[in-house]
């Protein structure tokens, strides 16, 4: 079965410092990975995805992640971070089957301070 | 391109009365569809998911129901509420293709307050 595992519930920053979620996974098919946003009262967003190839993706806005199969992670990184980073961020997996469901870990909260 | 939608966007309903949320999608045909709850401070808990028209799929048995009467529309009801359905309810879509990767994307929610 799929599974994931985000450690922190919550990481705080100062802006501009490096920061760097932590997410590890369980799955027994093919790994295809997601890493969602989240702002305050809005629905989630992708940020970024790995599905085959490199094993580095990147967003948009800065965030990378890498897909490290050893150790089973795919922690997201950002090189600085701005107050407008402040979200919730999600980490998933996709489990098995034809539903594409997909299986979310709890969440960590990136807190970015002035 | 796709959009989705979710209405209403806030909603406060005393205890023991209906709920009815619902969810559509534009611009894509036979989606895969479901919805989630997010209890404050809480992480997602998938609710259900169909493959179909008239095809449900519960997660978690509870008070609360789903329906997809149309390709595109799925809705979420209860007949009771509970103080416990009070959360933040998210509808997400995806390309209805068995074995595709799975990439969802997600309404903007409907934060339901139950009192």
């Known amino acids: 079965a799929q599974s994931v595992t985000q450690l922190d519930s919550q990481v705080p920053v100062f802006e501009e410092a490096p920061v760097e979620l932590r997410c590890n996974y369980s799955s027994s098919v093919s790994v295809y990975l997601f890493w969602y946003v989240q702002y305050p009262n809005q629905g989630l967003q992708l940020l970024l995805k790995y599905l085959s190839g490199s094993t580095l993706v990147e967003s948009i806005n800065g965030f990378e992640a890498e897909f490290n199969k050893s150790q089973t992670s795919f922690h997201l990184r950002k090189p600085s971070v701005h107050i407008s980073d402040t979200a919730e961020y999600f980490c998933?997996?996709?489990?098995?089957?034809?539903?594409?469901?997909?299986?979310f870990g709890t969440g960590t909260l990136l807190a970015v301070q002035p | 391109s796709q959009t989705i939608h979710q209405w209403p966007a806030t909603l406060v309903q005393p205890v023991g009365s209906p709920l009815s949320l619902e969810c559509t999608v534009e611009?894509?045909?036979?989606?895969?569809l479901y919805w989630y709850r997010q209890a404050a401070g809480r992480g997602l808990q998938l609710l259900f998911y169909s493959v179909g028209i008239g095809q449900i799929s519960s997660e978690v048995p509870q008070n609360l129901s789903a329906s997809r009467p149309q390709d595109r529309q799925f809705i979420l009801s209860s007949k009771k509420l509970l103080l416990s359905d009070s959360g933040f309810y998210l509808c997400a879509w995806s390309i209805g293709t068995s074995g595709g990767v799975g990439t969802q994307y997600f309404g903007p929610g409907t934060r339901l307050l139950v009192l």
């Open positions: 611009g894509t045909s036979n989606p895969n």
């Open positions: 998933a997996v996709r489990g098995g089957g034809a539903t594409n469901k997909l299986i």
